[in-house]
T-cell receptor
Framework: EDKVVQSPLSLVVHEGDTVTLNCSYE??????LLWYKQEKKAPTFLFML????IEKKSGRLSSILDKKELFSILNITATQTGDSAVYLC????????????????FGKGTLLTVNP | KAGVTQTPRYLIKTRGQQVTLSCSPI?????VSWYQQTPGQGLQFLFE???????NKGNFPGRFSGRQFSNSRSEMNVSTLELGDSALYLC???????????FGPGTRLTVT
């Protein structure tokens, strides 16, 4: 059975801190790993990672995938109160023609609270 | 471009009733997936539709069903509601298999 485990489950930091969120997975026919941010509404897409060792960056957020050790990390530097949210990690498998099989398996998420 | 829309946003039903939720994907997206989100189980995949055909199904009982119309809009139906069906139901649409999924705002279903 496919499995995605995120750690920690929750984290409380002060503004300006740097945080690292972890996601490990066990899935056959792995295609990609995705990170989402969820506030009190729909998850919003952050990153899609398919290749090992290549860092993706967007402002203060960055993420990297290790396909050999089967994990990914999401880093947030200089955290702000607006970063408070649940961060979700999901994996998808290879479907027909090498693309996605269109079924995401999610971890339980990490609840990040950034205090002023 | 308009995002994924879901109706209704909130719903309260009684045990034993049935419910239909609706999802309109981003224009041009033909794949629509449904997910159930609960505090205990997190986000779980229900099913995925493409060109009116169900291509993938998660591990949910037969009370959960869906369909997709020729304009790619999708509906999800839950019959004989149980208290445990209380959840946020999220719909997501996707362009090609190499794109990411975009989620709608969800329908919050409460079963009493």
């Amino acid at each position: 059975e496919d499995k995605v485990v995120q750690s920690p489950l929750s984290l409380v930091v002060h503004e300006g801190d740097t945080v690292t969120l972890n996601c490990s997975y066990e899935v056959t026919n792995f295609r990609s790993l995705l990170w989402y941010k969820q506030e009190k509404k729909a998850p919003t897409f952050l990153f899609m990672l398919t290749s090992s060792g290549i860092e993706k960056k967007s402002g203060r957020l960055s993420s990297i995938l290790d396909k050999k050790e089967l994990f990914s990390i999401l880093n947030i530097t200089a955290t702000q109160t607006g970063d408070s949210a649940v961060y979700l990690c999901a994996v998808e498998k290879i479907g027909r023609s090498g693309g996605s099989n269109y079924k995401l398996t999610f971890g339980k998420g990490t609840l990040l609270t950034v205090n002023p | 471009k308009a995002g994924v829309t879901q109706t209704p946003r909130y719903l309260i039903k009684t045990r034993g009733q049935q419910v239909t939720l609706s999802c309109s994907p981003i224009s041009g997206h033909r794949s629509v997936s449904w997910y159930q989100q609960t505090p205990g189980q997190g986000l779980q995949f229900l099913f995925e539709y493409f060109s009116e055909t169900q291509r993938n199904k998660g591990n949910f009982p037969g009370r959960f069903s869906g369909r997709q119309f020729s304009n790619s809009r999708s509906e999800m139906n839950v019959s004989t509601l149980e208290l445990g069906d209380s959840a946020l139901y999220l719909c997501a649409s996707r362009g090609t298999s190499h794109d990411e999924q975009y989620f709608g705002p969800g329908t919050r279903l409460t079963v009493t």
